[in-house]
């Protein structure tokens, strides 16, 4: 009789590794580099293969990071409170409250504010100037004009008047730091609503208390690691690479996935797969010297004094043995 | 924005380049192209100077120099073009010439950036306003030469035509008429090329139709019991004896009796039995007196086309017994693999060295075989899967049999309209014996395609009703059938089999050499070498990439772990670090040998710890 349950089991000795990573670069060929957006998401996010290097390299800045804020019950079943919070957490900065105008003739620059919006955020104009005053931090003069403008006098070069404008820019007023645009979306599942945002701050959001913490998703993978542990990272490199190919149309069994998510992350930590992970980092000097940078990994096996002990299959298909995998693997004893 | 910024923006003041060159500055852009513009019109200055000018950065560019894309359109002045009738009347009499309506100024040449800047083109005479510059000689030369020819291509998708154009390339024809005296190192000739009926005006304006390079096919667009799965056709064997397709092909050997410094010189002669690399005598048979093969000789591959011996590469051999008596070698011309073919001519002459220089050529008749490659002027290619014979294949009921079937697959994705018109423009000129137009835009249009087709008594769609030659039965369905223009193309299947079991290996790794030229295995690479580890088949991985590849014994010092060495005239093995003789003999491929020594090249020792097998 058939045993179901164990059958799908792997057996000793299957090739799992070179398996998995036939099966997502097959289909990795086909992934072209049009990407197809996210319907109703104001972010573009990178999908197809650069989505997916991404996410194998495991970077740190990746080029768009997302939130998914869930809410405690009080809030998440009401649009308008919601909205509110969504408002409240969307990082507003003097560029988007204000018009910067740079004058190079007086050496100047005119800030118009908008003080009804001001208002309605609970900030006045004054204190709004004293703000800039003290970011600028004396190295201009600041006047306000009839209420409505401010003017930044000072006596510096174009290049530093430039710079001091794009950093007034870029001055933060209202929100939390790195997030934007941030848009209400629906559940279907739960029908309750949630918060999708752009960018990815969870020290900030942790202090909030209307935020069911538990349920927080990014697509940040080194964000997860760090407040949520590895499980929940490797968790997370599952879904993520599961998602871009099925957005692709591409069919991939998880379980490959789950390998390369699992040796990502086997050491307890996050490691890229590549030259300063995975590949790099093989036993076997022969294999890494294979791999990349061959007499870098020649010259320093040698400073250590380094042994190949021949237990991994590049070795010793580059010496000449059987490898120890498949019909490799097992022995004939005589007794 | 500041005001200043503003004004500088709405002023006329342009920068000025020649050639990409800054030259200065002018207060006034639009005044500036305009003036330029007049003065080229007049032809003071040179037709050959272009002008662009970029109103958002300010910018004129003046370009004289070479290397420039330009074409050529007829000069437009207040909504009338310059070129008359009276012009066109003196070109076709011969008084004026292309050159004298450039000078005229009736004729301008534009690079890209004057047609993006400072023209407005109209396509069509009808169309002209007087806001127009110029107008297009005729909206089909927006193709190349060879892209012209192409039958419908204004029915074609983009890519299909970039195809068929690179495709017409290596298509096998009437190359040029002196092929008979001509030593080309490979040529071939098609047996009885055909001009095509349906054909586009500057088919006759290439000469094309005096050196046509392709047959009219009747082609059947249908499956045929499976052999035609893809783009594999199915061609008529009848068809084929009657030499549909046939070709030759020509293939030229040279050498030449060189002059070595210190006097020697090679000889061409039959090569005695004594001399270094002495050839079986069996492929010296076809030699005359002179060394050299006869024509009309039937050659095979590994004979000798032209019997040379040349002086030995290094003097030492020849003063180690001091005895002028030289030991010449052998350095003959073979006929390479493959190479089954008859002598086509000898030719004896000088070379600019003034050296005895011998050319053989070799002739081979090259029937269509399966493996052949076929192709349409619409990018449609195809291999020869199967050689019907003209019984089994279907037919019409005045008795047609297609020489060719294509898929019907090959039609819908890629968009060939193009085909489907040839065969039915093809199909109304056999019947009506009149060329069909098929001119990019003004190509003869399908209704009177079919007209013609109604005419005959045919139906007007191009389909007939076929019956299958093997059952005899009537198909189900109507077949479409017409008549194209296919070429064969230079990729024969006899030019490129080969196969390899043992054969040569590289001096420096071992591992068998590559390509054809060279009797090369097929390499078996990383990614196929993943397939087998993923598979788990161990042996045969060590099979392939060791047994059968560079597998080599050597000796590895037991004490020291380094390679030893054996010293023939002591019968001795030993080890050249450690001075110790305790080797075990160990098999590894030749390439990592020469890894472990490149190793030892970065002053790294690699040792080698020997075990018995685990
Ligand atoms: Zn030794």
């Keep these: 009789m058939v045993n179901i349950k164990r059958s799908p089991i792997v057996d000793t000795g299957e090739a799992v590794g070179i398996v998995a990573a036939q099966s997502l670069g097959e289909p990795g060929t086909q992934m072209t580099m049009r990407t197809f957006h996210y319907a109703g998401v104001a972010e573009h996010v990178p999908l197809g293969l650069p989505r997916l290097i991404e996410i194998v390299d495991a970077r740190r800045d990746i080029s768009k990071s997302l939130m998914d804020i869930y809410l405690t019950k009080e809030y998440s079943k009401d649009k308008k409170k919601v ?19 740079e004058d190079f003739e007086n050496k100047s620059i005119r800030i118009i504010v908008d003080v009804k919006y001001l208002e309605s955020r609970n900030l006045t104009f004054r204190e709004l100037v004293k703000k800039i005053s003290k970011f600028l931090n004396g190295s201009a003069r600041v006047r306000t004009k009839s209420g409505k403008y401010i003017l930044i006098t000072a006596k510096t070069s174009y290049v530093q008047l430039r710079k001091m404008s794009m950093k007034l820019k870029s001055l933060h007023l209202f929100g939390i730091k790195g997030l934007s645009k941030a848009t209400v979306a629906k559940d279907d599942a739960s029908k309750e609503y949630f918060i999708r945002v752009g960018g990815s701050n969870i020290s900030e959001l942790k202090k909030m208390e209307e935020i069911d913490f538990s349920r927080l998703y990014t697509n940040s993978i080194r964000d997860i690691e760090k407040h949520f542990g590895i499980e929940a990272a490797r968790s997370a490199i599952v879904k993520e690479i599961k998602q871009v190919m099925d957005l692709q149309g591409l069919a991939v069994d998880v379980r490959h996935v789950m390998l390369i998510a699992d040796a990502m992350c086997s050491r307890g930590y996050v490691e890229p797969v590549g030259r300063h992970g995975l590949s790099g980092k093989k036993e076997s000097i022969l294999a890494r010297a294979a791999f990349e940078e061959t007499i870098k990994h020649l010259v320093n096996a040698s400073i250590k004094g380094e042994e190949d002990k021949l237990n991994g ?23 | 924005m500041s005001k200043s910024k503003q004004t500088r923006s709405q002023s006329k003041r342009v920068v000025v380049y020649l050639n990409g060159i800054y030259l200065g500055f002018h207060d006034n852009g639009d005044e500036l192209v305009k003036s330029i513009l007049e003065k080229r019109s007049i032809r003071e200055l040179t037709p050959n100077l272009n002008i662009s000018y970029n109103k958002k950065t300010g910018e004129v560019h003046l370009n004289t120099t070479g290397g420039r894309l330009r074409r050529p359109y007829i000069v437009v002045k207040n909504g009338k073009p310059l070129l008359t009738e009276e012009h066109l009347e003196k070109l076709k009499s011969g008084e004026i010439t292309w050159d004298d309506l450039v000078a005229e100024g009736v004729i301008d040449y534009l690079d890209s950036e004057e047609e993006d800047s400072l023209s407005y083109i109209a396509m069509d005479e009808s169309e002209l306003t007087s806001d127009h510059t110029h107008l297009e000689i005729n909206p089909a030369s927006i193709t190349g030469a060879i892209v012209s020819t192409i039958p419908y291509p204004d029915h074609n998708s983009s890519p299909r035509l970039t195809m068929a154009a690179s495709m017409m390339k ?18 071939h000739i098609l047996f009885y090329p055909q001009v095509p009926l349906v054909q586009s005006a500057s088919y006759s304006a290439l000469n094309y139709d005096k050196r046509p390079a392709g047959q009219n096919f009747v082609v059947a667009v249908m499956s045929y019991y499976g052999y035609n799965m893809s783009d594999a056709v199915v061609v008529n064997k009848n068809s084929v004896e009657r030499a549909l397709s046939r070709s030759v092909f020509y293939k030229t050997y040279e050498t030449e009796e060189r002059r070595y410094p210190g006097g020697q010189k090679d000889k061409l002669m039959v090569p005695n039995p004594n001399i270094m690399g002495y050839r079986e005598e ?23 086309l032209i019997g040379k011996v040349s002086p030995p590469r290094f003097m030492e051999e020849v003063a180690t017994f001091g005895i002028t008596e030289e030991k010449r070698r052998e350095n003959s011309v073979t006929a390479k693999g493959g190479d089954y073919a008859t002598v086509d001519s000898v030719m004896l002459t000088e070379s600019l060295a003034g050296n005895k220089l011998v050319k053989v050529k070799l002739r081979s008749l090259k029937v269509p075989e399966v493996g052949d490659k076929f192709a349409s002027r619409h990018g449609q290619k195809g291999v020869i899967s199967y050689i019907a014979p003209q019984e089994d294949l279907p037919f019409t009921k005045s008795g047609v049999v297609p020489d060719l079937i294509i898929n019907p697959h090959a039609i819908p994705s890629r968009m060939t309209a193009g085909h489907i018109l040839e065969m039915l423009g093809g199909k109304a000129s056999a019947l009506d014996g009149e060329y069909v137009d098929s001119t990019m835009f003004s190509g003869t249009p399908e209704d009177e395609l079919r007209a013609v087709l109604k005419k005959y008594g045919f139906e007007e769609g191009g389909e007939e009703v076929l019956y299958d030659g093997i059952t005899g039965e009537k198909y189900k369905a109507t077949i479409f059938i017409g008549v194209i223009y296919y070429q064969r193309l230079h990729h024969l299947v006899s030019n ?10 590289q001096l420096l790794t071992h591992q068998p050499t590559e390509g054809k030229a060279r009797e090369g295995g097929l390499r078996f690479g990383e990614m196929e ?16 990439l060791l047994e059968e590849s560079d597998k080599t014994i050597v000796r590895v010092c037991a004490d020291c772990g380094s390679l030893g060495v054996y010293d023939y005239s002591k019968r001795r093995e030993y080890c050249p670090i450690c001075k110790g003789t305790r080797m075990d003999e160990i098999e590894m491929s030749y390439a990592f040998k020469l890894l472990l020594d490149e190793i030892k090249s970065l002053n790294v020792f690699p040792r080698l710890r020997t075990g018995d097998k685990r």
């Design chain 2, 282 to 304: 069996e492929l010296y048979r076809n030699l005359d007196e002179d060394g050299i093969i006869m024509p009309e000789v039937e050659v095979k591959p590994r004979d000798v």
């Design chain 2, 496 to 505: 490129k089999m080969h196969v390899r079991s043992r054969g040569p290996v």
């Design chain 2, 529 to 544: 070498r993943d397939c087998l580890i993923g598979y788990g088949a161990s042996q045969l991985i060590k099979d392939r």
């Design chain 1, 313 to 335: 299959v590049t070795e010793n298909i580059i010496i000449g043995q059987t490898i120890k995998l498949g019909t490799g693997k097992v022995k004939l004893v005589m007794r």
């Design chain 1, 83 to 101: 909205e509110k919070i969504a408002k409240g957490i969307e990082q507003l900065t003097l560029g988007k409250v204000a018009k910067i105008v």
């Design chain 2, 170 to 187: 290596q298509s096998l024809g009437l190359y040029a008429v002196n092929f008979n005296y001509r030593l080309d190192s490979r040529a």
